[in-house]
């Protein structure tokens, strides 16, 4: 083992060499040996290789091709040559000087620190502006279990809160012993401090720099600067070393960051790249922390979210069932006192009044109908209307809303024309839906048509191998123009507005039995000609599939 | 004239249905619920039934059944009133005894319709 104190302007850096060659000075660093850059060499270009041999001996290689190597009291190591001498021994390359001392024969209390080439030589500066040597102790094995420990207990610690961050910042003091630590998180654009922790005096000077931050923001990964830069930026120049590790979320975006430095001082030591990564560990940590911390605070304020809407959604039910009651009472006995009261004054001649009581009675109707088509509606858009499925007689429905509807069909002079095909099987569906669907149209066919005729067409078709119900409403009344069939399925909207006035109706019956019918399975179409006259198609599968 | 025995617990559809059969000629006696319509079936004997499903006590379908039970009851024709335009609701009235069903709200010329229709049966 060598022991070497390296002096120059710069400062005195000591360090052991274990075993195995030991290049000083510059230039590329060489597999299985060890490179130390010592400032001032680099101008005089000069580069040695040290080896040690059995007792004591130390062979001197001067790999530089211009500057000689002196050796004390011996003769100096001219560049390409090589010499071996025997320990102890001091040579100079340019102004550094470096003494060799063999341990073996160093008595005493001197500490001996073992040395890891993997980072007891950090790599200092660069090509073209190497920086001082740098020797760092590695951690011993007591102090990494302790980090781990304290790694471990950070993640016992709720993520997010004061203690914490404050957990973190001990760490960086106390454990990677760093001047300064702090969590700083980056919240509108800004860098906030949400625990700082000081080993003594904090070492002097800012605490943090605006530039490493941005530098951070930008390149999103470790900045580690393990000793003073002979020219720095301005940033740097007041700090002996600084690591900052940002913390970043689960999108990879910067949200804050771990910072730690030693102050400017002659008794301030370089910082290890392992403690660098040491910081990087605890940021990731963290970083993983908040991101699952905030995966969990979403997924409740989702479970909330979906409470509260099935809440409004309950509660809406439960309005739209008890305002179907509340209304319907008061207003089944104004249909019926009106109803009651028109018969009266007909039947007792009191012409003065009937038209009046008539006029009550229809506008009660129409309130009713246009009650029972919301509530259709908002049944069918909550997802809530559940269709039966039951086999039943097409031929049979058909002839039940015919005689339903006919009194409407004769009310404007119009006549109705049935045409069922002989043979029609069985449906298998929910005939009161499919008996509100034909009434619809067939009730809309007569109210737009006067003294016409309404075509009622019914045939089993089938389609992709599978059995369809088609029944079309043909009739010889207004029609309607193009912009009027775009709106025509919409809710509240009757063709026009005028027509609500002219011929009544809820303005919802038709995209009720869209609605219907495709939930159903099936749909319904439309085609129309202004002043000609429409047809509507609605296609049924003749089975319908279960619903769930 | 025939005598109709308006089961029914609405008070304001009560009032109304027996006020109008009244004007068509009938003669109505009410009942307000299941148990008393059973018992007016019995005391009042009346030549048809006009029974509300949905009754407090006792619903319409017992009292029918009731009705229909008893031997001296079980030929008064029971025409079921009822809300609910449901399918199954007309075959649970006519699987507990009822001749007829209707739905509300009432349309008077349907229902005397079925009404002279049941009364002319028996």
Same mark, same amino acid.
């Given at each position: ?9 710069? $400062? ?11 290049? %000083? ?23 040695? @290789? ?36 025997v320990l102890p021994a001091a040579f100079? %390359? $340019?102004?550094?000087?470096?003494s060799i001392v063999n341990p073996s ?75 300064? $630590? ?81 102050? #400017? ?28 911390? @905030? ?23 439960? #309005? ?68 039966? @499925? ?12 015919? $005689? ?21 099987? !069985? ?26 005729? %309404? ?39 009757? !063709?026009? !507005? ?40 609605? %296609? ?9 | ?37 059973? +018992?007016? +079936? ?10 509300? &499903? ?11 059944? &009731? ?25 649970? +009235?006519? +699987? ?27």
């Amino acid at each position: 083992m060598l022991r070497l104190t390296i002096k120059n302007e710069e $400062g005195t850096r000591e360090f052991e060499h274990e075993s195995g060659p030991l290049e %000083i000075g510059r230039g590329p660093e060489r597999n299985g040996a060890m490179r130390c850059v010592v400032l001032d060499l680099f101008v005089s270009k000069d580069h040695v @290789r040290l080896e040690e041999f059995n007792d004591g001996v130390v062979n001197i290689e001067n790999l530089s091709g211009k500057a000689r190597v002196n050796v004390e009291g011996k003769e100096p190591v001219a560049p390409g040559e090589t010499k071996l001498f025997v320990l102890p021994a001091a040579f100079r %390359i $340019g102004n550094t000087r470096v003494s060799i001392v063999n341990p073996s024969s160093v008595s005493g209390n001197d500490e001996l620190v073992a040395v890891d080439p993997t980072f007891a030589f950090s790599p200092v500066g660069d090509r073209e502006r190497p920086g001082l040597l740098s020797l760092e102790a590695p951690p011993s094995a007591e102090k990494l279990t302790t980090y781990f420990e304290s790694v471990i207990a950070l993640q016992q610690i709720p993520p997010g809160t004061k203690d914490y961050y404050d957990h973190i910042t001990r760490m960086l003091v106390s454990l990677i012993g760093l001047d300064r $630590g702090l969590v700083l998180l980056r919240e509108d654009h800004q860098w906030n401090v949400v625990s700082r922790a000081y080993k003594d005096d904090g070492g002097g000077g800012r605490d943090f720099s605006q530039t490493i931050l941005e530098s951070l923001l930008r390149d999103k990964k470790t900045f580690f600067q393990p000793c003073p830069l002979k020219s720095g930026t301005e940033s740097l120049l007041n700090v002996h070393a600084l690591v900052a590790s940002p913390i970043l979320d689960d999108k990879q975006e910067v949200v804050g960051a771990l910072y730690g430095s030693r102050g #400017f001082s002659l008794r301030s030591r370089n910082l290890g790249s392992l403690e660098a990564k040491m910081v990087q560990v605890i940021a990731s940590t963290v970083s993983i922390q908040l991101i699952n911390k @905030r995966q969990v605070e979403s997924a409740f304020e989702m479970r909330l979210a979906r409470d509260a809407a099935a809440g409004a959604d309950r509660a809406k039910s439960q #309005f739209l069932a008890s305002m179907s009651h509340e209304l319907r009472t008061p207003l089944n006995a104004i249909i019926g006192y009106s109803e009651m009261l028109s018969e009266q004054a007909e039947e007792d001649g009191l012409n003065d009044i009937a038209p009046d009581l008539k006029k009550i009675l229809a506008a009660g109707k129409h309130l009713l109908a246009l009650i029972n088509d919301v509530l259709d509606l908002s049944k069918i858009e909550a997802g809530k209307l559940t269709l039966v @499925r039951e086999t039943f007689d097409l031929k049979e429905l058909i002839s039940d809303v015919v $005689g339903t509807v006919a009194p409407l069909i004769e009310k404007n002079g119009n006549v109705l024309d049935l045409k069922m095909a002989a043979e029609v099987p !069985a449906v298998v569906g929910d005939s009161l839906r499919l008996r509100q669907c034909m009434f619809n149209l067939l009730s809309n066919a007569s109210k737009f048509t006067s003294k016409g005729t %309404i075509t009622l067409d019914v045939d089993p078709i089938v389609d992709n191998d599978k059995g369809w119900v088609r029944v079309r409403v043909s009739d010889t009344g207004i029609g309607m123009s193009p912009e009027q069939l775009a709106r025509l399925f919409q809710s509240f909207s009757q !063709a026009d !507005a005028t027509i609500a006035r002219q011929y009544g109706g809820t303005g919802l019956g038709l995209a009720i039995t869209r609605k219907l019918c495709r939930l159903m399975g099936g749909d319904v179409t439309v085609e129309s000609e202004h002043g000609r006259g429409s047809t509507f198609t609605m %296609i049924l599968p003749q089975q319908s599939e279960v619903t769930a | 004239m025939p005598k109709i025995l308006l089961v029914e617990d609405n008070e304001m559809n009560r009032d109304m249905l027996s006020r109008r059969l009244e004007r068509k000629g009938f003669t109505v006696v009410i009942a307000v619920d299941g148990g008393e319509g059973v +018992a007016k +079936a019995k005391s009042e004997k009346p030549d048809l039934i006009l029974m509300d &499903l949905s009754l407090p006590v006792m619903d319409g379908l017992q009292a029918t059944a &009731l009705i229909k039970a008893d031997a001296e009851t079980k030929p008064i024709p029971v025409l079921a009133l009822t809300a609910h335009a449901m399918a199954d609701d007309r075959a649970k +009235a006519l +699987a507990a005894g009822c001749e007829d069903y209707d739905t509300k709200p009432i349309d008077l010329p349907r229902l005397l319709e079925k009404i002279d229709k049941l009364l002319k049966k028996s």
